[in-house]
Nanobody
Framework: HLKLVESGGGLVQPGGSLRLSCVGS????????IGWFRQAPGKEREAVQC????????YYLDSVKGRFTVSRDNARNTVYLQMNNLEPEDTAVHYC????????????????WGQGTQVLVSS
């Protein structure tokens, strides 16, 4: 049974950076697609970015292109979301999610989710 645990969220000023971690246990993440999603208060959960071994990175939000990067450390069974030049609009609970092989921008396509980590961008 796969368990995902996110960490790395917090309060940061506009223009700052955070690196979110998603650690998997119980199964290897090596051949799975890892999606990062976020949900702001009063809004639906939206896909941010995904990375799979087969397809590489997939971007779902134009607003994060050039600022956010997904990377993997297979030895640690961990996926990271590096977020640079953060903006107040990035404030949300951020989640990692896992599905088999290929990426999808639909939250319902992912059977396994972490608990989320709060990112607050404010001066």
């Amino acid at each position: 049974h796969l368990k995902l645990v996110e960490s790395g969220g917090g309060l940061v000023q506009p223009g700052g950076s955070l690196r979110l971690s998603c650690v998997g246990s119980g199964e290897t993440l090596d051949y799975k697609a890892i999606g990062w999603f976020r949900q702001a208060p009063g809004k639906e959960r939206e896909a941010v970015q995904c990375r799979s071994r087969r397809d590489g990175p997939t971007y779902y939000l134009d607003s994060v292109k050039g600022r956010f990067t997904v990377s993997r450390d297979n030895a640690r069974n961990t996926v990271y979301l590096q977020m640079n030049n953060l903006e107040p609009e990035d404030t949300a609970v951020h989640y990692c999610a896992v599905r088999s092989v290929t990426c999808s921008g639909q939250p319902s396509a992912y059977p396994d989710w972490g608990q989320g980590t709060q990112v607050l961008v404010s001066s």
